[in-house]
Structure formats: C-alpha cells, structure tokens
C-alpha cells in the first residue's frame, strides 16, 4: 500500500489536514480533521482504560509542557539528545547525515550528457555507474563534516528574551513522571512495583521530518514508567528484566487486539551502541508502515538513570523505602514509549482495504469498531418522507447520547454506504417506509429498521426500541453472526434497501 493513498484519503474525508494550507503549509506539523480527532482521541481512550484505569498498578498524570530548564540538563537532553546533521553547500538544504544514504537521490549523469535523473536510495546510476557523493536533494553541491544539533525546541519564559529566560517545549512526556515521582508516590500511597502514565504532546525539531504523521515536529506520545524494585526477584529473574518482556508482551499483545496484523508487527533489539545514554535495554516494536518496517513504539529499560540524576541535580530524594524488605531503593523503570499519531498511522494502514462488489470497487477501512470514528450513521431511504426523516432523526439523537452517530441523507443509499465504508464506520441504520408505515394507505410501520454491518454487508432488521442494547453488544465485541441470527432480515428485504449484499 501507498502512503499517496492514506494521505489523500485522510484529507479527502477530514482525517489529517496539512498545518496552515491556505498559507502554503508548516514544515511537518499536520492538523487533525472531525474524523481524525475522533480516532486520536479513541486510541488514547482505549490506551487510558486498558492500561491505567483498568490496572491496580497504575494511576496517570497531566503535567505540562513547559517544565523548568534543569530537568532536561539532569535527563541529559540538553548534552545529548542531538542528532548529526550535514548541509549543502549549494542548496543549503540540510539533512540527518545517518538518513542521507536512505534517500533517493539526484544525479546529473556523465554519460547521457549531464540528463538530470532521480535514483532510488543506495542504488548506483544505471548509466555511469556512480554512487552518489553530493548532495541528494539538488545533485551539486558538496555536503559538510556533520556537526550535533539539539532537537529541542528552545523558547523564552517570560516577556524578557534574555539567556536567564531560556526553557523548552519537552521533547518526551516521560520527564514529568520522574519529577513527580516522590508527589505521586507519596499522595497516592504507592507499593512497588507500580507506574505513572501520561498521554500528551512532545516536540522535536526534526531535522529531516516527513513521510505524512510518521515523523513530524510536534506529536502525541503515551508513555509509562514502571517502577520496580530493582533488588526483588519475579519468576527467579531480576524484577526489571521480568516486567520489562511483560511490557513488550502486552504491548503487542495490546496493537493486535484492536486491529493490526501479526505479520505486519515484529521486534527489534536494539543494538549496544544504539543504545540511548539511559538504556540496558531496548525493544521497537516496528511496523510495516507503507514506508517500510519502522519504530512503532519502544520499551526500554532505563535503569535508575532518570530518578538518580533529578535527585543529584534537584539534591532531594528519590528513593522508596520497601517496608517488607526494609531497605530504601532508587527503583529501576520500564518505559513502554508509544506515539499517538504513529499508532494512529499504522492502525489506519492496517485497516485500509480495496474490495471488488459486484464488479464495483469498494473502499472500506476495517477499524476495529473500539477505534472507529463513527460508530454508527443513520441513513432515511427517501429523504422527501418526512416521517422516515424524523424517525431517522430521532433515532440518531437517541444512540448520539452514547457513541459517535451521525445522519445522513445526502445521496442515495448505496453511496451512503460506501462513504460510511470509506470513513470505517462498522453500522449503518437504514430507516424504510416498512418501518414508518403509510398514513395515507392506513398501513401501520413495523418500527423496525435495517442494521447493515460493514465488514459482511449482511443486514438484520432490528426493532427500534431495541437499538441501544443491540450496539451495546455489538460495539462490546459480539459478533455480527448473533445478531443476524437473532433478527434475520425478512427474505423480501434479502438484498437491503440498496440491493447490497
Ligand atoms: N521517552 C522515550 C521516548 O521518547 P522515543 O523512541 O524517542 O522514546 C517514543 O519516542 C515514541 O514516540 C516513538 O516510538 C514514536 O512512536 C513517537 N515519536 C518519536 N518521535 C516522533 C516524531 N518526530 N514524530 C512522531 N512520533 C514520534
């Protein structure tokens, strides 16, 4: 699959908007649409409730994103957290040294007289036989020795915009939980081991950003730190080694759950001398975005790095005293470090299906109905039947009050279908003349109206007043086969208002 095809599509039907596009756009920085909002948010809520609501060992925290200037001298950002970069001598245009071989590049050949041609990444000209030596973005000029440049975003606190003012947009969330620790450990009456969870926005000044949501200047991360005592034994292993293959179990165990494919996850170690400065360890979960196997998310163990360093800098304490084994710990922490907008990426790439139906091509993302952004769209069959419109209305506003639900008569049905296809919705309701009946004929509605399931196309004729419990079940993960059996479509209605099947 394309990323061309994710990007239109996400803009085409209001999932992601370029940043500022009236003015030309903002280096890497992308908007989230109706659509897009709505599925960020569901990640978000569903990562909340499974991994903190739903743990005893865990609470979470919102802390802000300006935070004062020591903690990144005490994490080591502002030394380390840089990455080598190189310039053009000609085009000026700068670049990751470590990306510049992944790049295509240009090429004015030799042998076809100076012809100008765009190389894939790492392969030689077909032609001459170089390899690239300048600059792949212009094909002139000579690139600099590289030279480390901070990520950080630097700004000014304050009106005056003097060196004293200088602080930082945070370029992890995972800092607030380390300052915190002793507040929360301390308001919350904690035991080890447990963890502190937030989810919120990180900037970094990329310098080669790009490839749609994949890598960009300002995102969204979820992060965990999970505290553990670094002297306890689990399993006969050392407590940080055992919770640290938990955490990678269950964060892959957590990515197939709501949609992505086995095959399309696996692990990846990190090398000793990747290792970021903090780490003893290091796993990606990489994806196979459509841009190639890449970090979907990491879990690391970052030892007592974080909490020892705040405490040598801010000189107070940060240790927890383990009444049972009655010694005082600087604990060891797991971090499983994921982004929303990466998840939010693969998650549609994962669902993004092309379909033949009877000779038509259907466009349908298979969001697990937890992630889609609309769970259900009410569609009247004939938009001049007042009381079909009504009864339509009525029945968005009531299941409205509960999920995502939208009206929408703007086409005909079979459309409407598809659009709803298009956009993931896992139901549409279908709102007939059956179910309102015909005053004029004095033939009463059934108040019954089709559900049509996304993935199958199958409909079921559902009484109205039992419309929020069915959802229920069905948004809760009861299968459609259930309730097709236990409200079958009537054979006349076999094909569904649109003729579908
Ligand atoms: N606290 C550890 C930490 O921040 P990281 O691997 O640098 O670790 C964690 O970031 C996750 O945040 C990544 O796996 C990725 O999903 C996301 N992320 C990092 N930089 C990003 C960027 N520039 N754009 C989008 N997502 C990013």
Redesign the pocket.
């Known amino acids: 699959m394309n990323m061309d095809v994710l990007v239109s599509l996400s803009k085409r039907r209001g999932f992601v908007f370029q940043s500022s596009e009236i003015y030309g756009g903002t280096g890497s920085v992308w908007d989230y649409g109706p659509l897009g909002v709505e599925l960020k948010n569901n990640i978000k809520r569903i990562w909340w409730r499974d991994f903190v609501q739903a743990r005893p060992d865990m609470v979470g925290i919102d802390a802000s994103i300006l935070m004062n200037p020591m903690v990144w001298k005490a994490s080591g950002h502002l030394d380390h957290f840089t990455d080598p970069m190189v310039d053009c001598r000609e085009c000026k245009y700068r670049f990751r040294a470590d990306h510049v071989d992944a790049m295509p590049w240009v090429h004015y050949c030799p042998a076809t007289k100076g012809n100008k041609f765009t190389i894939p990444a790492g392969e030689p000209c077909g032609h001459c036989g170089q390899r690239r030596t300048l600059c792949p973005n212009c094909g002139k000029g000579e690139l600099t020795a590289p030279r480390q440049f901070n990520l950080m975003f630097k700004t000014f606190m304050g009106p005056v915009e003097e060196d004293a003012a200088v602080t930082y947009l945070r ?4 800092q607030a939980m380390f300052v915190n620790f002793d507040n929360v450990l301390q308001s919350m009456r904690l035991k080890l081991p447990f963890g502190i969870a937030q989810a919120g926005r ?1 900037f ?1 000044n ?1 310098i080669t ?1 790009g490839n749609f ?5 300002e ?1 969204e ?1 979820m ?1 965990i730190e999970f505290f553990v005592n670094p002297n306890a034994r689990v399993d006969g292993r050392p407590a940080d080694e055992y919770w640290h293959d938990r955490w990678i179990e269950d964060c892959m165990a957590w990515f197939q759950r709501y949609g992505l494919s086995a095959e399309n996850l696996r692990l990846r170690e990190h090398e000793r001398d990747e290792l970021a400065h903090y780490a003893k360890r290091t796993v ?1 979960i990489e994806y196979r975005f459509p841009i190639g196997w890449s ?4 879990i ?1 163990n970052r030892t007592d790095f974080d909490l020892k360093q705040h405490a040598k800098w801010s000189g107070k304490s940060l240790t927890y005293f383990d009444e049972e084994r009655k010694e005082h710990v600087v604990p060891f922490v797991v ?1 499983p ?3 929303v ?3 939010l990426l693969a998650f549609m790439a994962d669902a993004y299906r092309e379909e033949e139906v009877r000779g038509e091509k259907r466009v349908v993302l298979k969001f697990h109905p937890e992630l889609a952004p609309i769970k259900v769209a009410v569609l009247p069959l004939l938009k001049k039947r007042d009381d079909i419109v009504a009864a339509a209305h009525a029945i968005r506003a009531d299941l409205a009050r509960h999920w995502r639900v939208v009206y929408d008569d703007t086409a005909a049905i079979g459309r409407l279908y598809r659009r709803q296809d298009e956009v993931g919705t896992p139901y549409c309701v279908t709102v007939d003349v059956q179910t309102v009946g015909d005053s004029e004929r004095g033939e009463a509605g059934d108040s019954r109206v089709t559900i049509r399931d996304r993935d199958s196309m199958e409909q079921a004729r559902v009484p109205i007043a039992e419309l929020g419990a069915v959802f229920r079940e069905l948004l809760d993960g009861a299968p459609w086969r259930q309730m097709s059996a236990r409200y079958p479509a009537p054979p006349a209605k076999a094909s569904g208002p649109s003729g579908e099947r």
């Not at 370029?171 to 995972?174: C, G, K, L, Q, Y």
């Not at 949501?213 to 200047?217: E, V």
């Not at 970090?295 to 990491?298: D, F, K, S, T, Y």
């Open positions: 370029p992890e969330t995972a990180s970094r990329e950003p949501i994949f890598r960009t200047r995102f991360q992060e990606d970090e979907l998310m990491g690391a971090e470090a994921a982004g907008d990466r998840a």
